[in-house]
């Protein structure tokens, strides 16, 4: 899985990119994925002729690994957010300047430029403080 290099992605984008095989080995390796509740669908992406189905990293853990070279302060600024309406946590490629869709409650969520520079407070901002989450 580290080959992927990133949270979000395709069937298409794993076959002829990543693996460079066909579409149905692609598609035995994520349901060995998806059985073991490491990924999920997160809804549909333009394709060229059809929408195609787009999946992410559902596990902090296996995303983290995935994404090794990047430091721990990084991953939960570019890759960690909270849905602003459900609160559920969303591990997504929030660096790529696009609006993304809470696949827990619909809600679109479009991060500006401003919005994404910011930091989110996260578990480690709380170290040695009760407090573990804020949700404002």
Request: one cysteine or more; hydrophobic letters at 30%.
């Amino acid at each position: 899985m580290r080959k992927i290099g990133q949270i979000e992605f395709t069937i298409n984008y794993l076959a002829n990119d990543v693996y460079k095989c066909k579409q149905e080995t692609v598609r035995s390796k994520m349901n060995t994925w998806r059985n073991f509740g490491i990924i999920e669908n997160i809804g549909k992406e333009k394709g060229r002729n059809k929408p195609v189905n787009k999946y992410c990293i559902n596990d902090i853990t296996v995303a983290k690994y995935v994404l090794f070279e990047t430091s721990l302060e990084k991953f939960i600024d570019t890759k960690l957010k909270f849905c602003p309406r459900c609160k559920a946590t969303l591990l997504r490629d929030w660096d790529k300047k696009e609006t993304k869709v809470c696949h827990h409650c619909s809600t679109e969520i479009s991060f500006s430029d401003r919005m994404i520079e910011s930091r989110q407070k996260t578990i480690l901002d709380y170290s040695g403080q009760k407090k573990l989450y804020d949700f404002e």
